[in-house]
């Protein structure tokens, strides 16, 4: 696999057969888990640091370039949800008219990346955006489908290339991925939201104090207000306001 350049799936092998082979282990079925004399055997995985900018001076400005595309109502529309709701990338753009509730304000569906249920508490402004685009694709299956095709969804790059044609880098400055990381800086260094809240809402596994993992509705009010606050925020440095740790999220 390593021979073919698969560097990545090589490592994922390896792990998945060290899975199998300490269940055998546990069971009774083998003596040992031969996996691990391959530690240090493997070409290592190149990590890849995405471009994110966690200054809010300098996301204010980017915030602005997004909501001024001038391509496709489809795009800007994915573009201005993307600081808002803070997803993978991926997961946004396979949004589901079925999994959003634009009455209750949510948005339900399940994490790739960890195959768990998540719920993403929608702020008013982003239900003002999708209820932008419903007249659009809201007959659809996808929120954002292809200009190709309804059956699938945007490309994977659609709102990276959409940003650095509006002149952002999104090596140095900012990526689709890089919100993420934005969000996570400021809700807790300048908002003061709990990190607990935080990494719920960013779909990471949080365990509870006895090693448990979380249900998706875990804090929900409380991820409900920061959604809100967050939304809020964001107009404000959209607006120009100054940034002042508000401190509100603590307690």
């Known amino acids: 696999i390593e021979a073919r350049g698969a560097a990545y799936t090589a490592h994922r092998v390896r792990g998945l057969c060290g899975q199998v082979f300490r269940y055998g282990v546990a069971t009774g079925r083998c003596d040992r888990d031969p996996t691990g004399d391959l530690r240090g055997a493997l070409t290592p995985i190149k990590t890849t640091h995405r471009a994110a900018t966690t200054d809010p001076k300098e996301v204010a400005p980017l915030l602005r370039m997004l909501d001024s595309y001038q391509g496709s109502l489809l795009v800007r529309c994915a573009l201005k949800l993307l600081p808002l709701l803070f997803v993978r990338p991926g997961e946004l ?3 589901q008219w079925a999994d959003v ?3 209750k304000g949510e948005w339900s569906y399940m994490v790739n990346k960890t195959k768990t249920p ?4 929608l702020a008013k402004q982003a239900v003002a955006i999708l209820r932008e685009i419903y007249p659009l694709t809201g007959r659809g299956q996808y929120v954002f489908p292809s200009a190709r095709t309804n059956a699938r ?3 994977d790059m659609t709102m990276n290339a959409a940003m650095r044609r509006m002149g952002i880098d999104t090596k140095t400055e900012i ?4 919100f993420r990381a934005v969000a996570r800086t400021i809700l807790d260094e300048v ?3 709990r990190p607990d809240f935080i990494e719920h809402q960013l779909a990471h596994a949080v365990r509870d104090p006895l090693g448990r993992a979380y249900n998706r509705t875990a804090h929900l009010p409380e991820r409900r207000k920061m959604m809100q606050a967050w939304g809020d925020y964001l107009d404000a440095l ?3 306001a100054e940034i002042i740790p508000l401190q509100q999220g603590r307690g």
Request: glycine fraction near 18%; aromatic fraction near 4%; charged fraction near 15%.
């Open 175 to 178: 990526t689709g991925h890089g």
């Open 118 to 121: 998540h719920i993403v508490p």
């Open 93 to 95: 753009r396979a949004m």
């Open 101 to 103: 509730d634009l009455e």
């Open 191 to 193: 908002l003061g939201f």
């Open 153 to 155: 969804p945007i490309s």
């Open 238 to 240: 959209k607006a120009g």
